[in-house]
C-alpha cells in the first residue's frame, strides 16, 4: 500500500511540475517561426523582383522611344545589359523589341522591325497575330515599340512550398515614339526583322 501512495504521490508531483516546459515549447515553435521568416523573405523579395522587372522594362521602353537614331545591335545589347542590372537577380533576363505598325486598309499590324536577346524567335508579319488582341488600338500608319521581357524567379530560400520555383514574370510594354512616328533600325545580328531603316 504504501508503494502505491508512494508512486501516486510521485505521479502527482511530475504533473504539476513545470520546469522545462519553455523548452520544449521553442523546440516545437522554432520550426514554425523560421519557416514563417523565411517564407516571409521570399514573398517579398518575389514582389520585388517583380517590380524591378517592370520598372526595367519600362526604361527600356521608354529610352528607345527618345531615339532619333537608328537603333542597332549595339544599342540593343546595351538595353539588354542595362535591364539585366537593374533587375540585378540570378537568372537570365530575355528581352524582345519590336517596331509594330497597324494598316488601316489590310486592318492588320506589320512587323517594322523586331530583335530578340534570349527569346527563340522575332516577331515578323506572318506570326505577330498571335498577339494583335493584346495591342493596342492604333490610327492608320501608326506605330509602337513593343518591349516584351521575361525573366524567372529564383528564390534565395525554398521555404517548402512549390509556388517559390518556375514563377516567370514576363511584362508587355507599349510605347509610342516621341519624336517622329517610327525608330529607324540597323540590326543586322540574326535572329531579326528590320526591313525598313527609314525614320
Not at 546595351?78 to 517596331?99: A, K
Not at 518556375?166 to 508587355?172: D, E, M, R
Request: hydrophobic share 40%; glycine share 4%.
Amino acid at each position: 500500500m504504501f508503494v502505491f501512495r508512494n508512486v501516486k504521490n510521485r505521479i502527482k508531483a511530475f504533473k504539476q511540475d513545470e520546469s522545462g516546459i519553455l523548452t520544449v515549447e521553442a523546440i516545437m515553435i522554432f520550426p514554425l517561426l523560421l519557416w514563417t521568416i523565411t517564407f516571409t523573405f521570399t514573398a517579398f523579395e518575389g514582389f520585388r523582383q517583380s517590380a524591378s522587372n517592370l520598372k526595367a522594362a519600362y526604361t527600356v521602353s521608354d529610352l528607345i522611344s527618345r531615339e532619333s537614331a537608328a537603333v542597332t545591335d549595339v544599342y540593343i545589347d546595351s538595353l539588354h545589359e542595362l535591364m539585366g542590372e537593374m533587375v540585378n537577380n540570378r537568372s537570365e533576363v530575355r528581352m524582345r523589341v519590336s517596331l509594330i505598325r497597324f494598316d488601316e486598309n489590310d486592318n492588320r499590324h506589320y512587323v517594322d522591325w523586331s530583335t530578340v536577346r534570349g527569346y527563340d524567335t522575332e516577331w515578323n508579319d506572318n506570326n505577330i497575330q498571335e498577339i494583335e488582341t493584346r495591342l493596342p488600338p492604333m490610327p492608320d500608319q501608326d506605330t509602337v515599340i513593343l518591349v516584351e521581357t521575361s525573366n524567372e524567379y529564383i528564390p534565395q530560400f525554398k521555404p517548402g512550398w512549390d509556388l517559390a520555383t518556375g514563377i516567370n514574370f514576363q511584362n508587355f510594354i507599349f510605347t509610342r515614339p516621341r519624336f517622329s512616328t517610327k525608330v529607324a533600325c540597323n540590326l543586322v545580328r540574326p535572329p531579326v526583322v528590320c526591313v525598313d531603316n527609314s525614320a
